[in-house]
């Protein structure tokens, strides 16, 4: 089948454009390969050339070959060839490698070294990437007709097509349609080799003879590894290419039980704010303690939970998690997620989200009902009406009216200082989790923490309507609503027997309540009857129950107390005073008391006014000049409320015998300080079962569990802390008030005694001065015996002693009378 050719030096056997499709093997002699006039290469004695023309790869010849002395070569025709590769297959693959080998040269040689950097997944990444990613790339050759990948199969590579024409086929209605043609330097498969796409989704096949050079992903991953600073800039170009390619999943935000029940538009509008992110195995998503301000939805990949390390549940496609993050409702995350596999996550920015809800107020308002409602299932484990019995006014008005009023509790959550009652709301609200300040006249007169209730008297008509705002503290602040129209509904079904307990203690007259402050220890300022009036105002009008706290011991370090009706009692000191109706307690000393103040508890039911000081110097403060001034002077004449400091031994005196108070009250009750647990455990039982709501992961198409809310016996054994261990709060938190003012004295007294001695040194050196001036004045009139003596008594000054008298008498000074 072969033909034997013998050429002499300087023969043509090839001519660079010559059509040729014949195989040359060389037994004997050199030849030299050209190509455009430059030598490349050379052949001897057993190489092959011509297999590219031979195997229809190309039709003209790329090279010349030049004979540069006597050559025996062989000839094989193209017929003969592949008559012979269809009897010896493996050869085929042998020959293939050579012209693929051939081939790739020319292409090295007539364009840039780096063919990567036609992929626009690679053009933004460093040389020396770039260098370690070519080496390992493979070198395949398709020929005509053959399929680089089929639709549907699984692949994991990126083909880069180098030479030829690929033809995109897509299976339709039972036979391969052909959609779209690729010509030479295209690149396929990026979303494949990033790991985002498992399987093709459509064939390729070579409609001329093809050279592609294909990179695996693990090779890929590999060197990502080992340039971490290619990351980023792969995670930025693999999202920006899944949004070109339509690999998208917008429904997966709709699917969330968050925007279950959102309108349309608002829907619309939310898809168009979406952004993708790319996140590589191992990395962070979220980590614990962070801030976030994103919501994710995991449209491709898996990802996994860690809580202080360790390892607690997987995210799998589809999943979400952030909601209270994008809703603002936390300032860190509780948990950290990390990337399993390779994930394409779908993410909501909050202030995108903010945007959209100013068109939206109706779907922001079920949004946070949604997240509310959340959130409250987290706390199943304490219902409505266990909450509510805590609540010592309402545990008076019986099980039925309690019942039936938790029935009809709504739950709502808000955003730091966020408005939750304004003045003009007629529902008293329950605090689940977090905190909240109640605010007056732009101040805040009281703490609400978890457990606390507000404005119940006020939905009871118990007391008028307050002129107090609540805004939710730290970032968010859950809690229950009780709106006034419901409890009187409550009412009217029990009957009015509920109400009829207080009302002999509760209407009292509002010109009483003024009464009690004209009479109160106030008088001495002297207010008209217009400021006597705003005064009122500014009191909090409220209702305790017998042996309910109306006022802490750190609560009455700060507020005035006016009893309208009932009566209660303060402990003092080693005793108890006695508040009567119509007394009151004033206090407006800031300075240290020696005398500790403890809590204000209620003896009978009790309806009683708070004034908080700030307010009333506000109030003071906020008067004319004048007016001003008046009440500044009666205020420091009040009896009782001189601002003489105590000393440090009555300071220290008084933080001894508040320590061994201490340490009686825990011996007694065998409670140990420093192991005390909280009072308030009925709303804290969640936080033991682990993290909760702040990352909010969800899986999809899971049933949302709930909980039962019959609570079992060890949870109402846990809700009857001693009631010493509120008292040791409050003993330790005025012991280390009481700490904290001891050091400012200190500092204090130290300071005004520098001072002082600074003013005496002053003064000495003016006295040394003068002295100086008199004793120059008289020199010239004295003897030389009276001069030495003055200068003898000059010098004895200089060191801050005055003569003796003795000395004086005898020598008859003329500075006696001076001095």
């Known amino acids: 089948l072969m033909t034997r050719w013998i050429f002499f030096k300087g023969d043509e056997i090839l001519t660079q454009g010559e059509p040729g499709d014949s195989l040359f093997m060389i037994s004997l002699g050199a030849l030299e390969v050209l190509q455009n006039g430059h030598r490349i290469c050379h052949l001897g004695s057993g190489d092959v050339f011509g297999e590219l023309g031979a195997l229809g790869t190309s039709k003209t010849r790329t090279a ?20 012979l590769l269809g009897l010896h297959p493996t050869a085929q693959e042998a020959l293939r490698k050579l012209a693929t080998v051939r081939m790739r040269s020319d292409v090295e040689r007539n364009s840039e ?11 933004q990444s460093s040389r020396k990437f770039l260098d370690r990613i070519s080496e390992h790339m493979e070198d395949s050759l398709f020929m005509e007709g053959e399929d680089l990948c089929k639709q549907g199969e699984k692949g994991d590579t990126m083909f880069i097509l180098v030479k030829g024409v690929l033809d995109v086929l897509v299976w339709k209605e039972g036979a391969n349609v052909k959609v779209n043609e690729l010509p030479a330097g295209s690149v396929i498969g990026e979303i494949a080799v990033l790991g985002l796409a498992n399987h093709r989704t459509a064939t390729l096949r070579a409609q001329k003879v093809c050279l592609v050079q294909v990179l695996h992903r693990p090779i890929l991953m590999k060197y990502l590894n080992e340039f971490p600073r290619e990351i980023a800039t792969f995670q930025e170009v693999g999202a920006s290419r899944l949004a070109k390619s339509g690999v998208s999943k917008n429904a997966l935000f709709q699917q969330q039980v968050l925007f279950q029940e959102s309108s349309a538009a608002f829907l619309e509008e939310l898809c168009k704010q979406l952004q993708r992110k790319i996140i590589f195995p191992g990395q ?7 801030e976030s301000q994103e919501m994710y939805a995991i449209a491709q990949g898996e990802a996994f939970v860690e809580k202080d390390g360790r ?3 997987n995210l799998l496609e589809g999943s979400a998690f952030g909601e209270m993050a994008v809703l603002g409702l936390t300032s860190g995350q509780s948990v950290t ?8 996550l779908q993410y909501l920015n909050s202030y995108d989200l903010e945007t959209i809800l100013e068109d939206f107020p109706q779907d922001k308002v079920q949004l946070f009902q949604v997240v509310a409602t959340m959130m409250r299932e987290e706390l199943a484990e304490i219902s409505n009406e266990e909450i509510l019995q805590e609540v010592p006014l309402l545990a008076l008005l019986g099980d039925s009216f309690i019942k039936g009023l938790a029935e009809q509790m709504q739950v709502r959550v808000a955003r730091k200082e966020e408005l939750i009652k304004s003045k003009n709301d007629k529902f008293f609200v329950s605090i689940l989790q977090g905190k909240a300040s109640v605010f007056l006249s732009d101040l805040v007169i009281r703490e609400l923490n978890e457990g606390d209730t507000y404005g119940e008297t006020q939905s009871l008509g118990l007391v008028q309507s307050s002129n107090c705002e609540i805004k939710a503290g730290g970032s968010s602040c859950l809690y229950l609503v009780g709106d006034k129209d419901v409890v009187q509904k409550l009412f009217q079904a029990e009957g009015g027997r509920p109400r009829d307990k207080l009302k002999s203690t509760a209407h009292v007259a509002p010109e009483k309540g003024k009464g009690v402050i004209e009479s109160s220890p106030l008088k001495a300022m002297n207010f008209s009857q217009a400021q006597l009036d705003k005064v009122y105002l500014l ?10 706290e109306l006022l802490s011991a750190r609560q009455s370090h700060k507020n005035l107390l006016f009893v309208v009706a009932g009566k209660a009692k303060q402990q003092r000191g080693e005793g108890t005073v006695h508040y009567e109706s119509g007394t009151s307690m004033v206090n407006l000393n800031k300075d240290f008391t020696p005398v500790s103040q403890g809590a204000v508890t209620a003896t009978t039911h009790c309806k009683y006014l708070v004034l908080n000081k700030r307010l009333l110097m506000q109030f003071i403060k906020g008067q004319p000049e004048e007016e001003r001034q008046r009440l500044l002077q009666c205020l420091g004449s009040m009896p009782g409320q001189a601002r003489t400091p105590a000393t440090l031994r009555q300071m220290s005196t008084h933080v001894a015998q508040r320590c061994l108070q201490a340490a009686k009250s825990a011996l007694k009750d065998n409670v140990k300080p420093w192991e005390k647990p909280k009072v308030r455990i009925t709303l804290n039982l969640a936080a033991e079962r682990g993290p909760v709501h702040s990352s909010w992961i969800k899986q999809p198409d899971s049933p949302t569990s709930r909980r039962s809310n019959v609570p079992t016996e060890d949870c109402r054994q846990q809700r009857s802390p001693p009631k010493r261990v509120d008292e040791l709060d409050q003993q330790e938190a005025l012991f280390c008030h009481d700490m904290r003012r001891l050091t400012r004295m200190a500092k204090a007294c130290a300071e005004d005694a520098l001072h002082e001695l600074k003013g005496l040194r002053s003064e000495a050196d003016e006295l040394r001065r003068q002295l100086r001036q008199l004793t120059d004045a008289h020199s010239d009139d004295a003897s030389p015996g009276r001069l030495q003596a003055g200068r003898r008594r000059d010098l004895g000054s200089q060191d801050g002693f005055l003569p003796k008298a003795q000395n004086t008498r005898k020598t008859h000074s003329p500075l006696r009378v001076s001095e």
């Open 539 to 548: 009191c909090e009008e409220c209702f305790g129950v017998a042996d309910q």
């Open 337 to 344: 997620i990390k990337a399993e596999r390779m994930c394409d």
């Open 311 to 313: 390892r607690i549940s």
């Open 64 to 83: 010349s070959i030049r004979c540069k002395d006597i050559c025996d070569v062989y000839v094989l025709a193209k017929e003969a060839l592949h008559h």
């Open 113 to 123: 070294k780096h063919i990567l950097l036609h992929c626009p997944l690679f053009q």
């Open 284 to 290: 962070i998503i979220v980590e614990e303690g962070a």
